[in-house]
């Protein structure tokens, strides 16, 4: 049945209370609010749901201006006026400097993160909460497919995630965007259109326009979203299995940092343990991180053919490449991740 045969069901109090309810007794929150849909309605729910509390967080409402439409200071001060109505405290934040030509996605969600947790800071919050959806989750699992992304990508966003010391909170990650848009319309509550959401010059839009059509071969939201859950799952019991192999491993003694493991044991581990193993040390002790999965599998495979029996039985069998500001060698039967030195300078 299409869902134009029958009315969407807004978000009522009691599922706002149940979205909300893991941050009833935290101080304050800040609520990233840029007068889309969802984030409108973000606010109007964690409105209600304060509301409802005899005691519970400030809500802090805070709008990023990144300057880059003429209607974004009108769209500000709109949300600005509900928040009021609202009685929350309300705050726009204004991305200054020069833009890029290149990577501008990219670089306005790296402001707006940026901006947003030294909002929170300023607010006495340790949380930031977004108004991410299921069909955002969903998008995301697309794009990080299209780039041939490993099983920690294709999980997509986590309900929670650090960012600089704040933790980012996405409660409506399993909400469909059109629920949300109905309990607006319920409520009477306007919202803006933001027209790059559509503009095909950008990856994410091109993506999203495909998503009709991959929903009516079964690759709908609600499916995409669940295979990030199974990933997520999937990717948090690898990684217990990550901090096993390396307490089995251990870190043999090193001069200065970074880590050493036995040449065998380490081979004899499953591949997908090694490559994690060997990303979390480069990522660890490199000075140019975070190294690239694609990268760090490459390595690995460099590493198996250098510690071929063949070759490691010859004495002082070699091997030394650097990775993301690393250096990864075999030597004396063991593997070892140190920083690389600091790059010289030219001389003019």
């Not at 749901?49 to 300057?67: F, N």
């Not at 493991?261 to 040390?281: K, M, P, T």
């Not at 039967?333 to 300078?345: H, K, L, W, Y």
Request: charged share 25%.
């Amino acid at each position: 049945m299409s869902k134009s045969a029958f009315t969407v069901r807004g978000i009522s109090a009691a599922d706002a209370k149940r979205l909300f309810a893991g941050w009833t007794s935290v101080p304050a929150l800040v609520l990233a609010v840029s007068g889309g849909p969802d984030s409108v309605a973000l606010m109007w729910l964690a409105a209600r749901w304060r509301a409802a509390l005899k005691q519970g967080p400030r809500l802090v409402a805070v709008t990023v201006d990144h300057g880059l439409r003429a209607e974004s200071a009108r769209e500000a001060r709109d949300v600005k006026r509900l928040a009021t109505s609202l009685g929350l405290d309300h705050r726009t934040l204004v991305w200054r400097g020069d833009k890029p030509k290149t990577g501008l996605p990219a670089a306005a969600r790296a402001a707006r993160y940026d901006l947003l947790t030294k909002a929170a800071r300023r607010a006495g919050a340790a949380h930031v909460v977004t108004a991410h959806t299921r069909d955002d989750q969903a998008e995301t699992v697309i794009m990080r497919l299209s780039r041939g992304s490993g099983i920690a990508g294709l999980a997509g966003m986590a309900p929670q995630s650090a960012r600089e010391g704040i933790t980012l909170v996405r409660p409506l990650l399993d909400v469909p965007k059109d629920r949300l848009i109905a309990t607006l319309r319920r409520a009477g509550i306007g919202f803006a259109t933001d027209p790059t959401n559509h503009d095909l010059a950008f990856t994410r839009p091109r993506l999203r326009a495909l998503m009709p059509a991959l929903a009516e071969e079964g690759a709908d939201a609600r499916n995409l979203a669940r295979l990030a859950a199974r990933l997520a799952r999937a990717n948090a019991a690898l990684e217990r299995m990550t901090d096993g192999a390396e307490r089995y491993l251990g870190s043999l003694d090193l001069a200065g940092p970074g880590a050493a493991y036995d040449l065998a044991a380490f081979s004899a581990l499953n591949d997908e343990i090694r490559v994690r193993l060997l990303l979390r040390a480069i990522d660890r002790v490199g000075i140019e991180g975070p190294a690239e999965l694609g990268k760090v599998e490459t390595l690995l495979q460099a590493l198996d053919s250098a510690s071929l029996p063949v070759k490691s039985a010859r004495k002082g069998a070699r091997f030394k490449q650097s990775l993301a500001g690393a250096i990864v060698s075999i030597a004396r039967g063991r593997i070892e991740i140190v920083p690389a030195p600091p790059r010289r300078r030219k001389k003019p």
